[in-house]
């Protein structure tokens, strides 16, 4: 049976192109918020008036009397996008800049979709309603992946900086020696990225400066490599080193590799979200710097 109303030229039922956009619109709200419980349950004022904020999402509905899976649509896709992304980039101001480059690809697929719209109005019958919230990630998958090829995105050496050492807590930790020095797996940092790589942040103390300079270290085919390194200079003073550079392989290392290992299975298990050094390699590797790409 026709979706479409006879008696009206107004759409009767929400197109995918303008969903995409109404729900990425309202989840860029989310990064204002520590979670998605806060995000979902917030209120705001409106004229001196008390309102949810979900409210603003949830009234697009309405435009659409007939269309009744429409409100539980929206609100299923916004949480399905919080297992996705918050999960993989978290809700720092530099996820929110990625998920905006999200958001400005389905404005702009919206305003063209609303062009043709002029010349050939299409019916109802053509919009799959039921399949509006799988279409809206993958429409999501699209975009993150054209992501580098329309609009590069760069972050500084502070930046990448303030990921790495973000969180670091060398309390729960193994020793191993190394270079004649000491080297610390912080075991809640492991992470598993797929069944061949994981990834780890480990610690070196130097005799030179007595401070610990810190490893992003990356495990694959049984071999460990600094994909990046932060020295501390002094008290107050960092340096970035991105040359990717290997480990020399002892048995000392081989303990480090292996506890990295079994810690990120035993992190995985608890299905913890990535640490945010973690967090700052998936950004990279959207944005077209490639961490993830094999050794």
Not at 33 to 55: C, I, M, P
Not at 178 to 191: A, F, N, P, R, W
Not at 237 to 250: M, Q
Not at 261 to 288: C, H, I, K, R
Request: aromatic letters at 12%.
């Amino acid at each position: 049976m026709a979706l479409f109303n006879l008696g009206s030229s107004a759409p009767q039922y929400m197109e995918q192109v303008l969903f995409d956009e109404t729900v990425y619109k309202f989840y860029r709200l989310r990064h204002q918020y520590e979670d998605f419980q806060s995000f979902w349950h917030a209120k705001t004022n409106s004229g001196g008036v008390e309102v949810r904020l979900v409210d603003s999402l949830l009234a697009n509905a309405s435009k659409y009397p007939k269309d009744e899976s429409l409100r539980a649509q929206l609100s299923e896709a916004c949480l399905e996008i919080e297992k996705y992304w918050n999960k993989k980039f978290g809700s720092s101001p530099e996820s929110l800049l990625i998920f905006s480059n999200i958001y400005s690809q389905a404005e702009e697929a919206l305003i063209k979709s609303e062009a043709q719209a002029v010349d050939a109005r299409q019916s109802d019958a053509h919009i799959n309603t039921g399949a509006r919230v799988e279409t809206c990630m993958r429409n999501l998958y699209k975009y993150e992946i054209q992501i580098q090829q329309l609009k590069p995105i760069r972050f500084d050496d502070q930046t990448k900086i303030h990921f790495y050492l973000d969180g670091l807590n060398e309390t729960l930790s193994s020793s191993y020696k190394y270079s004649g020095s000491v080297l610390k797996v912080l075991e809640q940092d492991s992470y598993i990225q797929n069944e061949d790589v994981t990834w780890g942040r480990w610690t070196l103390f130097r005799d030179s400066t007595g401070y610990s300079d810190v490893w992003i270290v990356k495990i694959q085919n049984g071999r460990a490599e600094v994909f990046s390194a932060v020295e501390k200079l002094n008290q107050d003073t960092y340096k970035l080193d991105e040359s990717i550079r290997g480990i020399h392989f002892d048995s000392e290392i081989f303990k480090a590799i292996d506890k990295t290992q079994v810690t990120a299975f035993d992190n995985s298990e608890f299905n913890l979200s990535p640490p945010s050094y973690f967090q700052m390699l998936a950004m990279l590797n959207v944005t077209g710097e490639k961490p993830f790409e094999s050794c």
